[in-house]
């Protein structure tokens, strides 16, 4: 697509936009000549613009449209409802063709004669639309006023510098360049968030005025880059006009749309994310809330139901009320219905008050409409609503009054990408609480906690400036045990959660910082009480509270027995963090990746091991004797991967070179009787595996027979000829006396255990979360996934981390061996029954030498999804 056809689609689109706006504005008032000027002239150049390019078809339908209000600006005609839908089925249309002219850079094969005929027949013969008095002509533009004498001319000298064109202020770019900037600063803030910390620490430092200089820098430019992407909501809302206009028609009502703050800006991800809810409201606000003209004349109202947008700044979030005059919500009929569907259970439904029977039309199937209509009643609509707000950290609040209307309020967040959240820690882990959140801090005294602190019906509550608070223990909620013995001081931090005001009970309350707010990986998301993880200035994963979540929590074990909350504090706490270290990581040619240790360990002694092993190479060249179950392997019929290019040393500066490759092998040990290897460097890393070749299919030289483990020799049958063979290529990782093969397309790295990040309430697979280099990668134990006995003590197991749709994610392994390229006519399927293993986790078994291979299926390994039987 060339750059003329690209600058005309964008200015089409917005132009569009603005078309459905006057159009229904010029609906409603006839007589605004500007606005019928500019809607000429937007068709004018759309048509021009159509036969420069050769659309015949857009210029066909342009130009009928431009006969019609050429008529209508004359005077000739009055703009009615039937010219306007006409209009907006043009509009309409031209959306099509510009949607199939982006999509395949042609017209396409629709048909639009019955717009130019419907245009035509207005044209000619408009019948109620002709005026009884023709209007005054409105003018292309106005009448130029008389020139003002002309000001005697300055000395060249004393001329001021032209101001400059609207085209030489602003620039196109595109939004994908945006986010990648906002993710460079995010990274870049992170970054500054670890200097800081470091210089804290660091007493009369020489570096403190060059830190705090950086630290000003980067947050001015934060803000100029999250500046680049804000937009007014005026934007969003241009296309509600029209769409109540229309909504409005086919329910036979009259109503009103009026907006304010148009100009209150917002994340372009946040006003992406809060178009559907938000256009959902709106139709219900017209579908459900306004009366038909004949009962709001019964109620003594206006035929004209009004529809109110209103958007203002309100502590540091966005608000956005949908307020509209119509009949409101019974809340003894959303309860009838809430019981009908059975929702409720009849003795709640009895104990709850007005306001907690509003919120039940935010369940999951509930809708108040008699039938279902292509409109509503499907009850799928108001739960979807908040669910997509509290993703994005909004919340979403419901008020109405029987008979006077209903006001829908949407708390949102101006941005996603970086937002300012205190830290606390709890059961020593530490906790992001996102700062839209915060109402105040408290710090009871021990002296006075007891008598400060009642118990009403079994829950804690504080009595704050003559109001009851209830107080959430989070390590009650997280079940983790707590660093404060009972009778210290209680950090209060109080925060709000919908319309839930409560007082979060933490062991400690650390500074603000401006977090990177990074989502989590699929199976983390049922957890409910995190809204994403963050990477602190020491380098550690630290997970941010979703306060409505734990404040759903906390009330739902509040409900469950007044000892609800002491039961989910005896939930066991995850592993505690472990330590290890780090690995270099490479790239060395499409599509792969190659890691290695930060020191490659040295070998001394001959080329071969007295246990027949056979050697590869290691750094400049030395032997390193190869063990696991090589030879085993090789005498049943298979063969590892050849070792062709033995990777150079890593140092300060060498590095391998680009496309070389390395084998996936244990760690070198002593032999019996041989040379001693030794470890100079500070872990014990992996190398990752080689990369497939692009051919995996080899032809053997003619004649040749192979053997398959169990089944013999395997060839040419009859006559000679090659014999065509696939292989398949499997990374094999030790696990409780069994050997799994992993395919090494779907590795990324091995890398020794990192300290984690445990996440309470997380099924018992998941171990927790770690930092690799920048990336929060969730690790899940083998062990725990196959129901195997936990591992012996001393055992550090390896991070064998896998490609997924969800990202990198870690399997904890016992140990990693080599990479067999193994035939494809030895692949075998399942057996009945496997020794107590879940057979969905595997693909298939090869039979090595007296043992199993048991291939792992990573995408079932990784879902924490029952998985269909077998």
């Known amino acids: 697509m060339n750059d003329i056809v690209r600058d005309f689609l964008l200015e089409s689109h917005e132009s569009l936009a603005q078309l459905d706006l006057d159009l229904v504005t010029l609906e409603q008032e006839p007589g605004e000549r500007e606005t019928l000027a500019r809607v000429f002239r937007t068709i004018h150049t759309v048509k021009g613009t ?7 078809k857009l210029q066909n339908v342009s130009h009928a449209a431009e006969t019609l209000l050429g008529r209508l600006r004359a005077g000739e005609l009055t703009f009615t409802a039937e010219i306007a839908g006409a209009l907006l089925g043009v509009v309409d249309a031209i959306r099509q063709m510009l949607a199939q002219l982006e999509a395949t850079e042609q017209e396409g094969d629709g048909d639009y004669s019955a717009h130019v005929r419907a245009l035509e027949q207005l044209t000619r013969d408009p019948g109620s639309s002709r005026a009884r008095k023709p209007q005054e002509p409105v003018p292309d533009s106005p009448a130029p006023a008389p020139a003002p004498p002309e000001p005697p001319r300055a000395a060249p000298g004393d001329e001021e510098p032209r101001a400059p064109h609207i085209s030489d202020t602003s620039v196109r770019v595109d939004t994908g360049l945006l986010d990648t900037l906002m993710t460079l600063v995010g990274e870049l803030v992170l970054a500054r968030n670890q200097i800081v910390q470091f210089n804290r620490a660091q007493e009369g430092t020489a570096y403190h005025s060059a830190v705090q200089r950086l630290n000003t820098l980067t947050t001015e430019l934060q803000a100029g880059v999250t500046k680049t992407r804000m937009q007014p909501i005026g ?3 241009a296309k509600f006009p029209r769409l109540v206009r229309d909504l409005a028609v086919a329910c036979g009502k009259q109503v009103r749309l009026e907006l304010e703050g148009h100009d209150t800006e917002l994340d372009r991800s946040i006003i992406e994310a809060v178009r559907d809810p938000l256009t959902h409201m709106v139709r219900n606000a017209v579908d459900h809330g306004i009366e038909p003209p004949a009962g709001r004349a019964a109620a003594g109202k206006p035929a004209e139901g009004r529809v109110r947008l209103h958007a203002f700044h309100e502590g540091g979030k966005v608000v956005i ?15 009838d219905k809430a019981l009908a569907a059975q929702l409720i259970a009849p003795d709640r439904a009895a104990a709850m008050t007005e306001r907690e029977l509003l919120r039940l039309v935010f369940l999951p199937g509930f809708s108040t409409a008699d039938r279902v209509s292509p409109l509503s009643g499907r009850g799928v609509g108001m739960d979807v609503v908040r669910t997509n707000i509290e993703k994005i950290g909004g919340t979403v609040d419901l008020d109405s009054q029987r008979g006077l209307g209903t006001t829908l309020r949407m708390r949102i967040p101006l941005t996603l990408a970086i937002v300012p959240a205190l830290i606390v820690t709890t059961g020593g882990d530490r906790y992001a609480i996102p700062q839209v959140n915060l109402i105040e801090l408290l710090r009871i005294d021990g002296a006075v906690t007891w008598g400060a602190v009642e118990n009403v019906y079994g829950a804690p509550v504080y009595r704050l400036r003559d109001a009851l608070l209830p107080l959430v223990y989070l390590h009650r909620v997280l079940g983790v045990d707590p660093a404060d013995a009972p009778g210290d001081a209680l950090h209060v931090v109080v925060v709000q959660a919908d319309d839930y005001r409560f007082g979060l009970v933490v062991d400690a309350i650390h500074d603000t910082e401006e977090i990177v707010v990074k989502p989590l990986q699929k199976p983390l998301k049922p957890v409910g009480v995190f809204a994403g993880a963050t990477i602190m200035g020491d380098g550690q994963v630290a997970l941010i509270l979703d306060v409505p979540g734990v404040g759903q929590r906390a009330r739902a074990a509040g409900r469950g027995s007044r000892t609800g909350a002491s039961r989910l504090a005896g939930w066991p706490p995850g592993p505690r963090p472990r330590t290890g270290s780090s690995c270099c990581c490479s790239r060395p040619g499409p599509p792969g990746r190659a890691a290695w240790p930060s020191r490659w360990p040295a070998s001394r002694g001959s080329r071969s091991s007295p246990r027949g092993g056979r050697t590869g190479r290691g750094p400049r060249g030395r032997p390193v004797p190869r063990r696991g179950p090589a030879a085993g392997a090789s005498r049943a019929g298979l063969r590892p991967a050849p070792n062709r290019y033995p990777p150079a040393p890593c140092g300060p500066r060498r590095r391998p070179a680009p496309g070389r490759r390395v084998r996936v092998g244990p760690a070198p040990r002593r032999a019996r009787g041989g040379p001693r ?4 460097g500070r872990g014990d890393h992996r190398p990752l595996a080689p990369r497939p070749r692009r051919h995996p299919v080899q032809r053997r030289r003619p004649g040749a027979r192979h053997r398959v483990p169990g089944r013999g020799p395997v060839g040419p049958r009859r006559g000679g000829g090659s014999v065509v063979t696939a292989e398949r290529q499997f990374c094999t990782v030790h696990l409780a006396g069994h050997v799994f093969g992993i395919d090494v397309m779907k590795i990324q790295e091995v890398v020794r255990v990192r300290e984690m990040t445990r996440v309470p309430l997380a099924p018992p697979v ?44 870690s399997l904890l392994v016992d140990d990693v061996g080599d ?25 298939g078994v090869y039979k090595l030498d007296g043992q199993l291979l048991l291939v792992l299926d990573t995408r079932r390994a990784v879902s924490l999804d029952p998985a269909p039987a077998r």
């Not at 009320?321 to 309860?335: C, H, L, N, S």
């Not at 290897?677 to 100079?680: E, I, K, P």
């Not at 690799?772 to 083998?782: A, F, K, N, P, Q």
């Open 321 to 335: 009320e949908i307020t509209d005059d119509g009949a409101g919500i019974d809340p003894v009929r959303v309860r």
């Open 50 to 56: 159509a036969g420069f390019l050769g659309l015949a």
């Open 235 to 237: 934007n969003l809302w």
């Open 819 to 843: 990479v067999f390229l193994v035939p494809e006519s030895a692949f075998e399927e399942l057996p009945e029954t496997l020794r107590g293993l879940p057979a969905e986790l595997l693909s």
């Open 766 to 809: 998941v171990v927790g979360l770690m930092n690799l280099r920048g990336e929060i990668v969730t690790v899940l134990d083998l062990r725990r996934r196959f129901g195997l006995p936990e591992p012996p003590p001393g055992l550090v197991p390896l991070n064998v981390v896998v490609r997924t749709d969800e990202g990198p994610i």
């Open 677 to 680: 290897a030794r470890h100079r």
